[in-house]
């Protein structure tokens, strides 16, 4: 739950048209996929205890609990979420895949101080903003069971890491600036031929049985304007290592900004910092060449918010 990445040499032309009311020209898009990789799982030397090893006494079922809460919040944690995502789809394989911001590299990190709110952040509040934003909903209150249920599943997942230590495959991976500013059209193109199929032509992902199985990537069911995915810099570092989900590394890495942008260029929930002015609150808390919050992208300014269906 938590949540991303991005930008260039074009970042000077790329975020100056960011923070520009300016439409995107058309470019090229990358047609030759990277060789496929497995780095993904083979770049991280720490491997986090199994499931078949999860203890069956009482510790154990708060273990369990937190597992089922973190694969299906909108099931164990309804109270909380405000949308269609899990935690799952942003800390992939449960949270145990490396390079998806996996449990076992987040949890030995806490308390860290975070510039987000300015303080230092226990991991309950960690896990709180990942409702608050990535979810869409609000937080638990600190002690409550789902945070306690969730804290105990990643104090489990780190079982052997050491506590302050960065481990090879934390979080997203950082990208190099890309050789073009990420691209609107290209980004477009990109969706179109390596995302629409999970996610579909709208970006609304895919539900099952009312669970879902593709997530929305913009719109009013997905992550709000607050959430770390919003940075184009996070989402291109997730999409190369992961995307399309089976095939991470796949994409280039001008692919990867592309269609980042192109995600992100989308209007979505409020940030639910906003104080009734977005140039204010992107001076407050987006103001950065990998946010799009504020900015105009083919003429639209974004950041106005999508509301709850």
Not at 89 to 117: E, V
Not at 251 to 264: I, K, N, P, S
């Amino acid at each position: 739950m938590k949540p991303l990445q991005w930008i260039m040499v074009g970042a000077s032309l790329s975020l100056a048209a960011c923070h520009q009311p300016a439409q995107q020209a058309a470019a090229p898009v990358s047609k030759t996929p990277a060789p496929a990789s497995s780095s993904a799982k083979s770049a991280s030397r720490f491997e986090p205890p199994s499931e078949s090893s999860m203890p069956s006494d009482e510790f154990g079922k708060q273990i369990a609990l937190g597992r089922q809460i973190f694969i299906d919040p909108g099931r164990y944690a309804k109270a909380y979420v405000g949308n269609q995502l899990s935690c799952e789809n942003c800390h992939l394989d449960a949270g145990r895949l490396a390079h998806s911001a996996p449990l076992w590299s987040a949890y030995p990190m806490y308390p860290a101080y975070r510039a987000k709110n300015h303080h230092v952040n226990t991991f309950e509040e960690r896990l709180q903003g990942c409702f608050q934003y990535s979810m869409n909903g609000k937080a638990p209150p600190l002690g409550d069971p789902v945070l306690v249920a969730l804290e105990t599943y990643s104090y489990w997942m780190a079982k052997g890491a050491p506590t302050g230590t960065s481990l090879p495959g934390r979080g997203y991976p950082k990208l190099s600036k890309p050789a073009m500013a990420p691209d609107y059209a290209r980004g477009e193109a990109v969706f179109k031929r390596d995302c629409a199929l999970c996610h579909g032509n709208n970006g609304q992902g895919q539900q099952v049985a009312d669970r879902t199985v593709f997530p929305p990537l913009w719109g009013p069911q997905s992550f709000n304007w607050g959430a770390g995915m919003e940075q184009i810099n996070n989402a291109a570092g997730f999409i190369k290592a992961n995307m399309p989900l089976g095939r991470g590394n796949t994409l280039t890495d001008q692919d990867a900004w592309d269609v980042a942008y192109f995600m992100d260029a989308h209007e979505r929930p409020q940030d639910p910092r906003f104080n009734g002015s977005i140039s204010e609150t992107r001076s407050a808390f987006h103001d950065t060449p990998d946010s799009l919050y504020g900015v105009a992208v083919n003429g639209t300014m974004l950041g106005q918010g999508s509301s709850k269906q």
